[in-house]
């Protein structure tokens, strides 16, 4: 919620414009430059005369005024909930109480505020959980629900300080707002913009951020508006590597009216990258993008919208890092984004842009890649290694020596998270339903129930911590039983001497 009452915000607003027109008479350039910096993103939008109806960010406040929460974390070790907050109204996130918060736990991002007074505040996606989405898709959270962000897992900074973004895996991270208020609907013009970054995107749908349906469902052509940023070509025939900006509108993430990026644009990236989307809901919709740390804005298209999409059908929902279907299995980094009503005027995004650059974002160095070693875990429960002799029998600490039915590929990624292969059969180990049945190698490939965290105790001995259910895997009875994802402290049971071949 704003600091200010609207009408002090509108006062504030009606002076903006005023010294804006008079500038330009009396010449004062010096003082239009300071008017200019203090207003961000959503007061430029606002004096554009297309304000921001919603407005989120991990890293900073959107609204000179605001001085409220930017989000909510929860932590593992006792499920206590903290919101998280900026240094001072109108300024940059204040990340230090989340980390001593987070200490020696796992934290995950489970809401993101919304900055203006519509309050559409983005909790984790109901996925299939909420009455009427039975037609999308199951996230891997409880019922059908999507999976909160790792707090922790894409630290940066933004003017100097400490901050976190939003790390969407392909694992059902997802936000989504079903009952958005004072939204744009049908075809009423809407815009929106997001930073995000080129170091971690994918081809699969769908890393998008904007309007959807509200039902977690597709519910046929236009009937999203929304940014998607990563490689996905559907029609075929892209050129280039990508990633690309574009429109998810539903049944088709499209760089153009034919589908396919320009020829001339092969990729758009960056450590940290703008991206921009505006939809008048008939005739053109734009997409843009941008450096996020200097420069202007590139249009890679601005035209009519594909066939078939005329006019649009938007609902009044909000969504991040899922599909309109919520679709999981999208990558990508989220720092900060608006939607508006109207269709906003270039001039408008150019000042947009030129306050994200102000904003300074820098330092984002977390890397995506997925490194391999070959492992065995020898239980500290009862001193015997653990043991994955096919795809029917459950893991358990009963061998001896190490075989190839004791030895596992471990997949390490760098946010934190493992998978791991038995060499006997060639299929990955998971938690089964969810962790209320014991661990087993019979997977054909790596989902939310088939990561885990590697956490490392004191005396060098390692636990994993099943990704879904948050819970710690025990060698069940003393090693005597199956392992199972079911404990929520580490004692002897639950530690292992990881041993690397
Ligand atoms: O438009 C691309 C995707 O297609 C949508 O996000 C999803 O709802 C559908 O699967």
């Not at 790390?167 to 075809?187: C, E, H, K, Q, W």
């Not at 034919?258 to 989307?277: C, D, L």
């Not at 984002?364 to 029998?393: E, I, L, M, W």
């Not at 998971?430 to 209320?436: F, I, M, P």
Request: proline share 5%.
């Amino acid at each position: 919620m704003h600091a200010l009452p609207t009408l002090r915000r509108r006062m504030r607003l009606l002076i903006a414009l005023l010294l804006a027109l008079a500038l330009p008479v009396i010449g004062l350039t010096t003082t239009q430059t300071a008017a200019a910096a203090t207003q961000k993103a959503c007061d430029i939008y606002a004096s554009g005369g297309t304000p921001c109806v919603a407005a989120y960010s991990t890293t900073r406040a959107l609204f000179a005024s605001y001085g409220g929460p930017l989000y909510q974390i929860k932590r593992a070790s006792d499920g206590g909930t903290v919101n998280v907050g900026l240094r001072s109204a109108g300024g940059v996130v204040n990340s230090a109480p989340q980390v001593s918060f987070c200490a020696g736990t796992t934290c995950t991002i489970t809401q993101l505020y919304d900055q203006t007074a519509n309050a559409n505040h983005m909790p984790i996606s109901p996925g299939t959980s909420c009455a009427g989405c039975s037609g999308g898709l199951n996230g891997p959270g409880p019922n059908g629900a999507d999976i909160g962000a790792n707090a922790m897992a894409l630290p940066v900074t933004i003017g100097g300080q400490p901050a976190y973004g939003v790390l969407v895996n392909d694992i059902g991270t997802g936000y989504r707002n079903n009952a958005a208020r004072n939204v744009p609907t049908g075809a009423q013009p809407e815009g929106m913009y997001m930073m995000t970054s080129s170091q971690l995107t994918s081809g699969s749908c769908c890393f998008d951020f904007g309007s959807a349906e509200t039902n977690d469902s597709d519910d046929g052509n236009a009937t999203m508006n929304a940014i998607y940023y990563g490689s996905a070509c559907w029609v075929g025939g892209c050129t280039g590597p990508g990633p690309w900006v574009g429109g998810d509108l539903e049944n088709g993430m499209y760089f153009s009216d034919n589908g396919r990026n320009p020829t001339n644009i092969q990729s758009e990236t960056g450590m940290f990258v703008s991206a921009w989307e505006k939809n008048n809901g008939t005739t053109n919709f734009t997409l843009k993008y941008g450096n996020g740390q200097s420069g202007g804005l590139t249009t890679s298209y601005a035209g009519a919208l594909p066939n078939g999409y005329n006019p649009m059908k938007v609902q009044p929902s909000i969504e991040l890092g899922t599909g309109g279907d919520n679709s999981t299995l999208g990558k990508g980094e989220f720092f900060e984004g608006a939607v508006t009503a109207g269709f906003p005027s270039d001039a408008t995004e150019s000042a947009v842009q030129a306050d994200l650059v102000a904003a300074g974002y820098a330092n984002n160095t977390t890397t995506f890649h997925r490194s391999t070693s070959v492992v065995s875990f020898r239980a500290h429960a009862n001193g015997k290694y653990v043991d994955a002799p096919n795809n029917t029998t459950s893991l358990i600490a009963d061998a001896t020596t190490v075989g190839p039915a004791e030895t596992f590929d471990m997949f390490t990624d760098t946010d934190g998270t493992i998978g791991l292969r038995a060499h006997s059969d060639n299929n990955w180990v998971t938690a089964e339903s969810n962790g209320s049945a014991p661990l087993i190698a019979n997977r054909g490939g790596p989902g939310p129930w088939e990561t885990f965290y590697l956490l490392h105790n004191p005396d060098g001995s390692v636990t994993l911590r099943a990704y879904n259910n948050q819970h710690l895997v025990t060698a069940e009875n003393a090693g005597a039983s199956a392992l199972i994802a079911n404990r929520t402290a580490v004692g002897p049971w639950e530690e292992f001497d990881l041993i690397t071949h």
